[in-house]
């Protein structure tokens, strides 16, 4: 066999493992990407639900006169909104819409809280399983939005990563 023939064998060899390689790795960044997105979206559904249990709670509470009822309800009006505004189509609008779910959420904590406080109201078992499940579906939905993020980011990096290693790939195999 010539010379020539073995450094290209050698060379094809490499490149197949190589390609081989990176084909799978694009496949396992594609499946995750695709993951992430459903995730977040069950998240959402749990905290809507949350958020509903808990509306109809703060509605149902003894001790709160129906005008401060009423202001609660057009926080809870304005997280439904901000929920049913999420898409995960580009980074940027994910990140403002996030940031507006949260102030949103922060704000009807607050509200709430005040509120409740401002009435004097110890709220019944009810009305706290049903604070306490927002909460922890709020925390939930947030660190699901935060792994989202952070896949996004480290795709774009292996993404870049890839890229270089491609472009670096002939002077690698010589």
């Given at each position: 066999?010539?010379?020539?023939?073995e450094?290209?064998?050698?060379f094809?060899?490499?490149l197949d493992?190589w390609?081989?390689g990176s084909?799978?790795?694009?496949?396992?960044?594609?499946?995750?990407?695709?993951q992430a997105?459903?995730?977040?979206?069950?998240?959402?559904?749990?905290?809507n639900?949350a958020?509903?249990?808990?509306?109809?709670?703060?509605?149902k509470a003894?001790g709160?006169?129906?005008?401060?009822?009423?202001e609660m309800?057009?926080y809870?009006?304005?997280v439904?909104?901000?929920l049913a505004?999420v898409?995960?189509?580009?980074?940027?609008a994910?990140k403002?819409?996030r940031?507006?779910?949260?102030y949103?959420i922060?704000?009807?904590?607050?509200?709430?809280?005040?509120?409740l406080?401002?009435?004097g109201?110890?709220a019944?078992?009810s009305?706290q399983d049903?604070s306490?499940?927002?909460i922890?579906a709020a925390?939930?939905?947030?660190?699901?939005a935060?792994?989202?993020?952070?896949?996004?980011?480290?795709n774009?990096?292996?993404?870049?990563?890839?890229e270089r290693?491609?472009?670096?790939?002939?002077g690698q195999?010589?």
């Amino acid at each position: 066999m010539s010379k020539v023939r073995e450094i290209r064998e050698s060379f094809d060899k490499k490149l197949d493992h190589w390609e081989a390689g990176s084909t799978e790795f694009e496949m396992q960044l594609q499946n995750a990407t695709e993951q992430a997105p459903a995730r977040l979206e069950i998240c959402r559904k749990i905290l809507n639900e949350a958020l509903e249990k808990f509306k109809s709670e703060v509605a149902k509470a003894k001790g709160i006169s129906e005008e401060r009822k009423k202001e609660m309800e057009e926080y809870f009006d304005d997280v439904e909104v901000q929920l049913a505004l999420v898409k995960a189509e580009d980074i940027d609008a994910f990140k403002v819409q996030r940031k507006m779910i949260k102030y949103s959420i922060a704000t009807l904590e607050d509200t709430v809280n005040r509120r409740l406080d401002a009435a004097g109201h110890a709220a019944d078992k009810s009305l706290q399983d049903a604070s306490d499940k927002f909460i922890a579906a709020a925390i939930e939905y947030e660190a699901e939005a935060d792994a989202l993020e952070a896949q996004v980011f480290m795709n774009k990096a292996e993404a870049a990563r890839l890229e270089r290693n491609n472009s670096d790939l002939p002077g690698q195999i010589n």
